[in-house]
């Protein structure tokens, strides 16, 4: 039975406005999501702000709180991030450089592939307990920066390879070609051109990177860095602390004023990685107008 | 200025052609390339050696578990008190206590990630999504740990003011900071999902006379189904394995109580647990923490690789 013209109207009518409300709704659900990171960081503001001086970053920890400060996790993550991006950058670049100008499309390069892809979806304590048994206990290195650092170079590895795989394979093929025909070698190319010419892309996620090792918590507790050390480390064998096993510290005891002390110490922890994200963005905004 | 060319004299009889120096000749092995491609080779072994790495140790350790306590009471106990007398070994408290945050996160998280996705490649003009991407980005890139914080300081009280016997620890508020946790990942990895939908799809359901609902909720999500799912997969895998959030949040009693308002434990909370104990090598509990382990690795492998096939066995190729 054809619809009469006031029907279809009072129908249209309807439909119409099932649609408006549902795009209102899609945008609230949007944009509650960054009020929320709003009231997040005033949260954390408001409860930090009051303890953050000179003193709490140039204190050790204490049992008590006006006394205690976060100087040993700060120089703990410091190295920690350092001994990583040794480790973690020319091996993750390499790999890279491998699967995209070297390995070619046979069996071996697709198993590595997928490997690296599986790994990438790993979680992160399952890391911590690789470090564990392998490094600290198989290797004994003990509790030890190194056995840190190796094991967050594990867990960040194939962040690095996918990412600077993406920027690899944005260099275009005439610049190859170009070198090629002035008769360089595979390596002269991929030295003196592929990686120039991908490194801002590759910056970007190494830095990406490190800054989801800066805030990675878990495996650091598996593979036991201290939460009370008074002093600084000197060298990769020395034992440790870092920001965020200092904030689970805090956070976990039941007091008011070591929550507060908590707080204090994600500003630091969110200020080092927004100024990583940034640095980030920048490179990317900045490499985009210039391929373009 | 223009030189002549000598086109009377024919090619072979020029003699003064410079010969090819021999090291082109008889270019043999290039040892420097052979040595780098090596290296590189090697550095692309690492990931397998890891992989291997992870295989050999969470099952070698589980089999040395299994010697002592029997398959059937891990998996089917329902009792996990592995650290004290009487010990029992059932890990189904734990996968439940992971279990009810993984699901209750995804029902925070997995609607109103779509809702977000739908919204930032359908209706967000480009400055809109200029802003929004990059908080979503840095919602993402906040360390778990600071989950844990938001939890125990802002989200707990305000569940214990609107429940008042709910417990300090408690599964809901672990779930809910997960939600919120995971939601940047549904939201940017649908958004990319969709936008990759052709836009003459959307014309042509819009000639058609669909509305904007009608031709997200019919044309477009369906089109991007795939990646869709992928991008559920992936958050509650990752879930699954979030770890200082949860074991902040929820606290470290296993248990299978239906209600969300008790302290349960998750695998990764115990492991944590055991950890920040002094427990010897090799006793039974050290080798707890290897069974827990390759049960959430290979939960969370399972997962990944449905994912990956989704992705592409499913896709919706448009030309």
């Not at chain 1, 109207?9 to 709704?25: D, E, V």
């Not at chain 2, 043999?28 to 692309?44: M, P, Q, S, T």
């Not at chain 2, 578990?65 to 009792?79: A, H, Q, R």
């Not at chain 2, 695998?267 to 090799?282: E, F, K, R």
Request: proline share 5%; glycine share 8%.
């Amino acid at each position: 039975m054809p619809l009469t013209t006031e029907q279809e109207h009072r129908n249209l009518a309807k439909r119409h406005r099932k649609a408006r409300i549902f795009a209102r709704f899609c945008a609230a659900v949007t944009w509650s999501g960054v009020v929320l990171l709003g009231l997040l960081l005033y949260q954390v503001s408001i409860d930090g702000f009051g303890w953050l001086d000179w003193q709490f970053l140039d204190s050790f920890p204490s049992r008590f709180p006006e006394r205690a400060g976060i100087k040993s996790a700060l120089v703990g993550t410091v190295w920690l991030i350092a001994l990583v991006a040794v480790i973690s950058i020319p091996v993750g670049v390499s790999t890279a450089l491998y699967l995209e100008e070297f390995a070619g499309r046979g069996r071996i390069a697709k198993i590595i592939e997928v490997n690296i892809a599986n790994l990438a979806g790993v979680p992160s304590i399952v890391y911590g307990i690789l470090g564990l048994a392998i490094f600290v206990r198989y290797f004994a290195l003990e509790r030890s920066l190194i056995s840190g650092a190796l094991t967050m170079s594990l867990l960040i590895l194939p962040v690095i390879i996918i990412a600077s795989r993406e920027a690899i394979k944005t260099v275009p093929q005439g610049i190859r070609s170009a070198a090629y025909s002035l008769g360089a070698t595979k390596w002269q190319t991929t030295w003196a051109h592929v990686l120039p010419a991908s490194f801002p892309g590759i910056m970007t996620g190494v830095i990406l990177a490190l800054s989801r090792a800066i805030g990675e918590t878990a495996p650091l507790i598996m593979i036991g860095a201290l939460t009370f050390v008074a002093f600084l480390p000197e060298g990769p064998m020395d034992s440790f602390t870092a920001l965020p096993i200092q904030i689970y510290n805090w956070v976990s005891r039941p007091q008011e004023e070591f929550h507060e002390l908590a707080a204090a110490g994600i500003i630091i922890l969110l200020a080092v990685l927004l100024i990583m994200n940034a640095t980030a963005i920048y490179i990317r905004n900045k490499t985009e107008r210039r391929l373009k | 200025m223009t030189q002549e060319i000598d086109t009377d004299t024919p090619v072979a009889e020029i003699q003064d052609v410079p010969r090819a120096p021999a090291s082109i000749k008889k270019s043999g092995v290039r040892w420097g390339e052979f040595l780098i491609k090596g290296w590189l080779g090697l550095c692309a072994f690492v990931s397998i050696v890891t992989t291997a790495a992870i295989v050999i140790l969470l099952l070698s350790e589980t089999l040395n578990f299994f010697d002592t306590v029997s398959p059937g009471e891990f998996f089917l106990g329902t009792t996990w008190t592995p650290l004290f007398e009487p010990s029992s070994y059932g890990v189904l408290p734990l996968v439940w206590g992971t279990m009810i945050v993984t699901i209750g996160a995804a029902i925070i998280a997995i609607p109103t990630g779509l809702a977000s996705a739908i919204y930032l490649s359908e209706y967000a003009s480009d400055e809109v999504r200029r802003i929004i991407k990059p908080v979503l980005e840095l919602l993402a890139g906040i360390p778990t740990v600071v989950y844990g914080y938001f939890a125990l300081t802002f989200v707990t009280p305000l569940l214990r003011s609107v429940i008042p016997d709910i417990q300090v620890f408690n599964a809901l508020s672990a779930a809910i900071v997960v939600g919120i946790m995971i939601l940047p990942m549904i939201a940017t990895l649908s958004d990319n999902a969709l936008r990759a939908v052709p836009e003459s799809l959307r014309q042509g359901a819009y000639a058609l006379g669909a509305t904007s609902y009608e031709v997200t909720t019919r044309v477009v999500v369906p089109a991007g189904l795939s990646g869709v799912m992928a991008s559920f997969l992936l958050a509650i895998s990752r879930a699954i394995g979030e770890t200082m959030a949860v074991t902040l949040a929820a606290g470290q009693t296993p248990n299978m109580s239906l209600s969300m308002f008790e302290s349960i434990q998750t695998m990764t909370a115990y492991i944590v647990q055991v950890s920040l104990g002094d427990t010897p090598t090799g006793g039974i509990a050290y080798q707890t923490l290897f069974a827990v382990a390759t049960l959430l690795f290979v939960i969370t492998l399972v997962i990944n690789i449905v994912s990956q096939v989704i992705l592409n066995r499913f896709r919706e190729v448009y030309e």
